[in-house]
């Protein structure tokens, strides 16, 4: 299950600060490269200066995990919570 935001601002300083507020106590993930088969750059038609994303951990146990996300490009920031679980059938 996710609940992921995506968040289209004026600028990227305005997405940054957004960004920055958001990810605030999170561990920033390493190695955010971004590519030319990125959807950013599908649709933009390059690839974006600032490419970056922080997670945090909700809960981790033997059976679910949760965590809290939060990704920028350029003046798009995509944030939200994902979850997995195993399912009953």
Do not use: C, W
């Not at 992921?4 to 997405?15: G, S, T, V, Y």
């Amino acid at each position: 299950m996710y609940a992921l935001n995506i968040k289209q601002f004026d600028n990227a300083n305005d997405a940054s600060n957004f960004y920055n507020r958001t990810s605030f106590g999170y561990n920033p993930y390493k190695n955010m490269s971004s590519n030319s088969s990125s959807p950013y750059a599908q649709v933009m038609g390059h690839a974006p200066t600032i490419a970056r994303m922080s997670t945090q951990i909700v809960s981790l146990n033997l059976v679910s995990a949760t965590m809290n996300m939060v990704a920028q490009a350029d003046e798009f920031v995509i944030y939200g919570t994902m979850s997995v679980a195993p399912t009953i059938s």
